[in-house]
């Protein structure tokens, strides 16, 4: 069973930063696919960025520049570095994990992971 813990979320200005940390366990780090996922109230859950098991990356087009997916096997973390935040950033950010090697079209398919997080918070103010 894989355990997905996120951290980090919170309240800035538009154009600040923050980084959303997701600490896994469970499962050898380095055999799953895994994303970060954001959802408002009323709206689909929304792929924001991903990383497959090969290291290849793929990015929402609304973030591509400012976000950077990166994880440390080593501490079985993946990582967000959000950039530049904007208020229609303003979302429950999610991380996702699934076993399988999805490639690049399925990355930021919400339907794909079967392994999520309680997600955190990231609200920001204009």
């Known amino acids: 069973q894989v355990q997905l813990v996120e951290s980090g979320g919170g309240s800035v200005q538009s154009g600040g930063s923050l980084r959303l940390s997701c600490a896994a366990s469970?499962?050898?780090?380095?055999?799953?696919?895994m994303a970060w996922f954001r959802q408002t109230p009323g709206k689909e859950r929304e792929g924001v960025a991903a990383?497959?098991?090969?290291?290849?990356?793929r990015y929402a087009d609304s973030v591509k520049g400012r976000f950077t997916i990166s994880q440390d096997n080593a501490k079985n973390t993946l990582y967000l570095q959000m950039n530049s935040l904007k208020p229609e950033d303003t979302a429950m950010y999610y991380c996702?994990?699934?076993?399988?090697?999805?490639?690049?079209?399925?990355?930021?398919?919400?339907?794909?992971?079967?392994?999520w997080g309680r997600g955190t918070q990231v609200t920001v103010s204009s």
């Open positions: 469970g499962y050898t780090y380095s055999s799953i696919s």
């Open positions: 996702a994990a699934d076993r399988k090697m999805l490639g690049w079209w399925l990355l930021l398919a919400a339907d794909e992971y079967a392994y």
């Open positions: 990383i497959d098991r090969d290291g290849s990356t």
